[in-house]
């Protein structure tokens, strides 16, 4: 407040709150009558005189409205396989956060940070899934007041989600095609979110026997030293086939599965029954004996005959 001389003019302004409430001040003139409260709205400018030795006091009135807060949304996001579930609650000047727990975590939180937590014991990625309802409340903070019919409560239930998964895997073996021939049997994996570790006994293009190959997908591959490749010779042997499930998957079974794949002997030619040609001798027709290749068959009137004679 300056002091000034004569009809010199003292301007004051008075800005209104920046939260929305209004400030009230009381303007006083020395050995003068006091002016009542008058509000102080944006930009508001009012102009008393002063004269000689009088001055001008402001004095702001302490009873007023404090600043309105709003609060904001809690976001939440349930676990799926293989994602962690998550908990927004967003950082607002003037609201504080509590938070009640039950499920694998049971406890009162009194001052819940604001930020982004993951949905675990203790809020990381690493933690223990967290299971069961989560209650969050705002509350303003001192010298602050929530605004009317501002949310100050969410509630929402996390869950386990169904991750059990299966897995399979069948073989068809070898058989001979020809002499010295055989066909190149397959492996087939089946299994959604799973994949598989194979050690093969023998040496394969992957390494020496016992060589360990990881993350090997669902599929069918031939029974070649290397599987990807359709020119690759055939593979003969123990092969070990276990299952393995995607992160956030649990495998109902991942017992491993063992194949011998062994090699057909297709170097002897199996025998054929055929008939080359047939002889008639006389009487055959009506009696006698029927060659066929050298199978002889004796009629029915023939056996009739022998057995008149021996009568």
Known sequence: VQKNDGTNTTTI???????????????????????????ANLNYQSTYPVFGDKYIAID?????????????????A?????VTGTVGVPDVDGVRYEADLNGTV????????????????????????????????????????????????????????????TA????????????????????????EHVTWNIVAENATAAGPGGTLITGVPSGT?????????????????????TPVADVGYTLTDATPIVFNIVKPDCSKKPPVLAFTGFDIVP????????ILGGLYFMSRSTRRRKMALKM
């Open 283 to 290: 009487g055959a027709l009506t009696g006698g004996l029927l």
């Open 60 to 76: 702001v009135n302490t009873d007023c409205a404090p600043p309105l807060v709003v609060t904001q949304t809690v976001t939440f």
């Open 106 to 165: 049971v406890g009162h939180v009194e001052n819940f940070p604001a930020g982004t937590f993951y949905a675990t014991d203790d809020g990381t990625s690493t933690g223990a899934p967290f299971y069961g309802t989560i209650t969050i409340n705002a509350f303003a903070k001192d010298g602050r007041v929530l605004k009317d019919g501002a949310t100050t409560e969410w509630t929402y239930v996390f869950t386990k989600p169904d991750c059990d998964v």
């Open 221 to 241: 591959y031939d029974q070649r030293l290397d599987g990807q490749d359709p020119s690759s010779a055939p593979y003969y042997g123990k092969v070990t086939f």
């Open 168 to 191: 399979s895997a069948t073989a068809v073996m070898p058989v001979c095609t020809g002499v010295d021939q055989s066909s190149v049997g397959s492996v087939t994996l089946t299994g």
């Open 13 to 39: 302004n008075f800005a209104e709150d920046s939260y929305g409430g209004t400030v009230h001040v009381k303007v006083y003139v020395h050995a003068a009558t006091e002016w009542d409260y008058v509000p």
């Open 78 to 82: 349930n676990h799926t396989c293989g």
